[in-house]
């Protein structure tokens, strides 16, 4: 088999251009254009790095782009000579595509220029309105095969969401004025306090004070407001005691150094926020690509086709009015609940609900939002909004209205024992020295408070977390946020949706029973179902390819399509039939069991049938072994027919519920029922039909070949072939908490020490010098370096 | 002693100028993207007169048709 030279694919059908062999016309369209622009070094960075364009994508697709108000809304800036606009590409794969989107200007002249973010998969272009529109930018675009992923909806906010450059400027002045200070520091160190030269020693306290004062005032700002607002809800967070700590620290050092009393605790002080900052930074570097967010408005057509007054005009969807006539053309979504006035519908609907087999729509009847044509153009009459459709209700759930509660972190109650462990080790100082020496007690309280700062438990929980998002990111699981982690940490209950998950895709392999069939039979049913744009019938199609059967292709005489049926056809006199068992003889029943079979009927005789059988996922039975030794308890919802029952029962034993037939909401109950159970539940789904019961889930993992594109609201995203490390996955979330836990203990260790100095009233800035950045650096390293041991002992 | 006091400044003044330099590289974008830059400096810059060829070259293609 040779491969594409654009995408690499196999050639199955070979397209020969000079010396270079393409697949498609597609691929090989954009290899001229790319050839005739002196562009192809875009194909010496990378083997075949093309993508490759399905089909021809419909001259009107993009139509709605000319509509003044959805250029307004995409647009950045625009004046007479140049127009800016970023797109999210996210078939953005590697250095080539960087090439090709950087070289746009040299395909077309009115491309003033183009910058590409590698890791945000955007692309930053200029245009010169007067030579290119908006709409022909992401034509070329799209032409070449990236076509952008345009959404009206948060087009408003992307553009609000920059690079948070305020972080590095806190990290930056904290790490400035904290090592001034730390060096500011050592002459007082090393002469333990006693530095001949009185001027000297006054200048580098009021240095230290001047070079505190950024840090404690815009670096902790944040520490201060977080803390603030959890004081405000009646909320210890783990900023609160740590707040405390930084003021108590920075009061008594200010209060030392003014009344010149000692050299006070800035270095510590200062270090402490320094690390907390690092820390977060590190932690909440997310995957800017990925949108955990997404809602129905993404997966459905931006623009539509209407008729009014006899004309076809394109509108944007959000226009769309009940009582409008639309057209939907093959592979084209419904967008809103409607009525089919004109055309014969086959519609599919596996995007809304699982279920793999299109279905027939008469005339009359709904077609709700989300289905998709299969065939010829429709024409429709909208009833309802699209906001008001059927599968859009599913959004007014309320479970869709509110925030997911992220599960509170085990590190705040620790933190909460921890403050008050303190404050009784405080009390119990202050009341020894009550008796033994009162002006001790003022020292040893706030040197207590200073030196057992909650810092490092804090620490030892974002680097863990912070790493191990990464790992996980490397094996194709990118999480939303680190909190994540400890809520897989504490699942028990798996829900697996069965299509696009434990199978492969949403169509899976064909396979024949029956009498073998001759040359001539195979070219007899090429020629039918070639007349039909049914999947099962493309399907059959597209898998007889021997040039034999090329050769032989009859003529057909007479042909006639029964919608959700089957195909009659008379080919050289013979009669065919290919459908459905009832269409072939009315005698045999349509069951559960032969459901998605195409039964083959030449000459009145039944030859046999095609079935698609789901392709599962390689690994998936490890997998549920794996799970089921870990004591996960293990469900199947599947909103397609029951057909694969016993292939399921085989992989996951009679110990485990299986559920088909299962609409959206009842996947959402069903999670809820689990969940009033008192079970922590994980769903891994994939599509819209899935989208309740991800959200409802306490974790909802989205399945996705194409981590960028298209995943409903979820917490994490998965790329399919990792689907299969899922256990891995949950061992590793484990072992983290275990990590955070040791880096606990270590911290306790040091607080140990620290307090011992402290409540003797020994607390030199010399030893909380010494003790702060040994334990912070100490247990950065164990959480670093432990979570990426752990990583790789489990293979990750 | 007392130059230790000018030494203070001059290194105070050196941090600060690396301070500087590092938040302008930062309002300055130098940071939000940390991974294209490397693969664009890969880039050769071809020459751009093959252009021009290839312009004429579209205007006789368009003649011929």
């Known amino acids: ?796 | 002693m007392s130059v230790l006091f000018i030494l203070i400044g001059i290194s105070t003044l050196v941090a600060a100028i690396f301070l500087i330099a590092f938040l302008w590289s930062v309002s300055n974008g130098q940071y939000d993207d940390d991974y294209t830059p490397s693969v664009r400096m890969l880039f050769d810059n071809e020459p751009e007169s093959k252009k021009t060829t290839l312009k004429e070259k579209k205007t006789t293609k368009k003649n011929a048709v």
């Open chain 1, 1 to 796: 088999m040779t491969n594409c030279y654009h995408c690499g694919d196999d050639c199955i059908t070979l397209i020969i251009e000079g010396d270079k062999n393409f697949c498609c016309q597609g691929c090989r369209q954009v290899y001229l254009l790319l050839n005739e622009n002196n562009l192809c070094s875009y194909y010496n960075f990378d083997k075949n790095p093309g993508i490759k364009v399905k089909g021809k994508f419909a001259s009107e697709r993009f139509a709605y782009l000319e509509d003044e108000s959805v250029i307004e809304k995409l647009i950045s800036f625009r004046s007479d000579t140049q127009t800016n606009v970023t797109f999210s590409l996210p078939q953005m794969h590697c250095s080539s595509c960087i090439f090709l989107l950087e070289n746009l200007h040299r395909i077309n002249e009115g491309i003033i220029s183009s910058q590409t973010n590698f890791q945000r998969k955007e692309v930053f272009i200029s245009f010169n309105e007067k030579m290119i529109s908006l709409r022909k930018v992401v034509e070329l675009l799209a032409f070449i095969g990236y076509e952008p992923f345009i959404s009206l909806n948060d087009s408003k906010e992307k553009k609000g969401i920059k690079f948070d450059r305020k972080q590095l400027y806190k990290i930056g002045i904290a790490g400035f004025c904290f090592s001034n200070i730390m060096m500011l520091s050592f002459p007082e160190y090393f002469s333990h306090g006693a530095i001949d030269e009185q001027g000297l020693k006054q200048t580098f306290s009021w240095l230290i004070f001047g070079l505190s004062l950024p840090v404690l005032f815009y670096s902790a700002s944040a520490i201060f407001k977080s803390a603030f607002k959890g004081l405000q809800q009646k909320n210890i967070n783990i900023d609160v005691p740590l707040a405390l700590a930084i003021v108590i620290t920075f009061v008594r050092s200010y209060y030392e150094i003014i009344s010149g009393t000692g050299a006070g605790y800035l270095d510590s002080g200062t270090g402490i926020i320094f690390f907390i900052l690092i820390g977060r930074w590190f932690q909440n570097k997310t995957y800017d690509a990925l949108t955990f967010d997404r809602d129905y408005h993404s997966y459905f057509p931006l623009g539509v086709t209407v008729l009014k007054k006899g004309k076809e005009e394109n509108i944007p969807a959000t226009k769309l009015e009940m009582g409008d006539y639309i057209i939907i053309k093959n592979e084209e979504m419904v967008p809103a609940d409607s009525l089919l006035t004109e055309g014969s519908a086959y519609i599919d609907y596996s995007f809304v609900s699982g279920e793999n087999n299109p279905v027939p729509i008469n005339k009359g009847e709904i077609i709700y939002a989300g289905g998709k044509q299969i065939g010829t153009s429709l024409q429709l009459q909208v009833i309802k909004k699209p906001s008001q459709s059927y599968i859009t209700q599913l959004w007014n759930n309320e479970i869709f209205g509110q925030t997911k509660n992220a599960a509170t972190s085990f590190i705040h109650p620790w933190s909460r024992y921890f403050t008050g462990a303190l404050f009784l080790v405080a009390f119990c100082a202050a009341a020894f020295w009550y008796f033994h020496d009162p002006s001790k007690i003022w020292p040893v309280v706030t040197a207590v408070l200073i030196v057992a700062c909650p810092c490092s438990l804090l620490l030892s929980a974002t680097f863990t977390f912070g790493n191990m998002v990464r790992i996980f990111g490397k094996n194709q699981l990118y999480l939303k946020n680190a909190n994540v982690i400890e809520t897989l940490a504490g699942i028990d209950t798996i829900v697996f949706d069965k299509t696009g998950t434990l199978t492969e895709t949403n169509l899976g392999d064909l396979h024949y029973t029956g009498i073998d069939l001759s040359i001539t039979d195979k070219s007899f049913i090429k020629k039918v179902t070639a007349q039909s744009s049914h999947t099962l019938s493309k399907l059959i199609n597209s898998s007889f390819v021997t040039n034999e059967i090329e050769q032989e292709l009859p003529e057909i005489n007479s042909f006639e399509e029964h919608a959700g049926k089957g195909i009659a056809a008379i080919i050289n006199q013979v009669p065919i039939k290919v459908g459905a068992a009832n269409f072939l003889d009315e005698k045999m029943h349509v069951s559960a069991n032969n459901g998605s079979r195409v039964y083959v009927m030449i000459d009145h005789a039944t030859k046999g049938f095609f079935e698609i059988k789901n392709k599962y996922r390689p690994g998936i039975k490890d997998l549920v072994n794996d799970l089921k030794k870990a004591n996960y308890e293990l469900h199947v919802v599947s909103g397609d027919n029951a057909a694969e029952k016993e292939r399921l029962e085989q992989i996951f034993t009679s110990t485990t519920t299986l559920n088909f037939n299962t609409s959206p909401q009842k996947k959402l109950d069903y999670i809820k029922r689990l969940q009033a159970e008192g079970k922590k539940v994980l769903m891994i789904g994939d599509g819209l039909n899935d989208a309740g019961a991800l959200m409802q889930s306490d974790a909802g993992i989205a399945v996705s070949n194409n981590a960028a594109r298209f995943t409903p609201a979820c917490d994490a995203i998965i790329d399919g072939d990792a689907v299969q490390k899922t256990a891995q996955f949950m061992d590793f979330a484990k072992a983290g908490k275990k990590v955070v836990g040791a880096g606990f203990a270590l911290s306790i260790l040091y607080n140990v020490v620290g307090l011992s100095f402290a409540v003797q009233g020994r607390l030199d800035p010399v030893v909380a010098a010494v003790l702060m950045p040994a334990s912070s650096i100490s247990i950065v390293g164990l959480a670093s370096l432990l979570s990426s041991f752990i990583g790789k002992r489990k293979k990750l």
